[in-house]
Structures are given as structure tokens and as C-alpha cells.
């Protein structure tokens, strides 16, 4: 025998409807939310590491590249414990935007759009609010979230969860914005010497972020 009760049905009609509309928001705002990296797409990372090594005494050379050991010629071990160190310091509340961000991210916060940042920058809950902090200060209240992941880490789980979704992913470091790519992202790399080599025509590039605007603006 099945008991119809009323009440029961207003009650999960009332959930179902709720549920809707809980989904629907979601939807409207993953269609205004585009996830980016931050170091060498809005920050400008490789400046202060620069300026930061320079302070502690290491020369660097001129090689163009991501890989921080080759551009000072040292051990790979070493190097990854600098940027480690570094990235724990309190040099992580000042960083400087890189190049036009401040005024690429406010034109698109003024459409509406809203940022949700996965930086593998460091575990450090501390390091995280200096992080966080400096991205207000920069930026204002424009992110949705902050996911910091340890340094250096790959983005596969943070970003599996945005697969098929067509978000935009914005990205310097090439694997990572082919990852996305793979995911079914639209990846902007944001150009920079360590990432000219490389071409995918799923990826396309920005240079500033006035290209940046452009391409998701239309
Ligand atoms: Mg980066």
C-alpha cells in the first residue's frame, strides 16, 4: 500500500524546486567563472624570484625557461628547495601583477566575470593567506577561490573536476594548458620565452591581457 501524504510531496517538490534553482545558479556562475593560474599569468612570479635569488647572492644566465635549475645552472634538487623557501617567504604578500593584468581583470570583472585560481604555489596555510592577500590588494574581491596546491604540482585532480565543462583556463606553463585542452577547456597560454616553442591549435595565446579580454569578450 503507498501512503500519499501532501505535506510530503509540497516538502519535496519544495527540495526538487531548491535543487533547481541551486543547479541553475551554479551553471551561471561556472559560465562566468574562468580558471586561471596565477603565477606568470597574473602575477608576476618570475621578477621577484629573480629579484629574491639576486638578494641571497645567485647569478642566473640568460636561457629562456620554465625550469628554474637550468637558468641557474645548479643542481635540480637545490634549485626546487629555493623555490620551495621562496614561495614559503613573505615575499608571496608583494608580488607585482604581471604586465596589464589590473586592467584586464577589472574589464572583465566589470562583465561579470569572476575568478577561480589553482596555484601550485604552496601548502602552506600561511603562504596561502599572504597569497590570497596579495591577490585582493592587486585585484580586489574578484575570486570565487583560491586553491593552492604544493609547489609545483600538477593540476590534473583540481582541474578534473571542470572536465567537458568549456570553461576558459588561463595558463603560462605549457603542459598545463594542454591539460586543459585534454579536458575539454578552452586554455589561453599567456606567452612568455620559457612557452614560445610549443603550438597546439586547440591553445591559443595571449600575450597581455588586453589580448586576454579580447579573446573571451569577444
Ligand atoms: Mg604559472
Known sequence: MICYSPKLALDNQDVLLYSIRVIRRKIQKMNKLILTDIDGVMLDWETAFHDWMESKGHVRNSIATYDMHVAYDQPKEFLKKLVVEFNNSAWMCCLKPLRDAVVGVAGLAADGYRFGAITSMSLDPYAGKLREENLKNLFGDVFEFVT??????????????????????????????VLGADLGLKSILVDHPHNAEYSDERIVRASTWADIVEKILG
Open 148 to 177: 593552492c596546491l604544493d609547489t609545483g604540482a600538477d593540476k590534473d585532480d583540481a582541474l578534473e573536476y571542470y572536465r567537458g565543462s568549456g570553461m576558459y583556463w588561463l595558463e603560462d606553463k605549457w603542459e598545463n594548458a
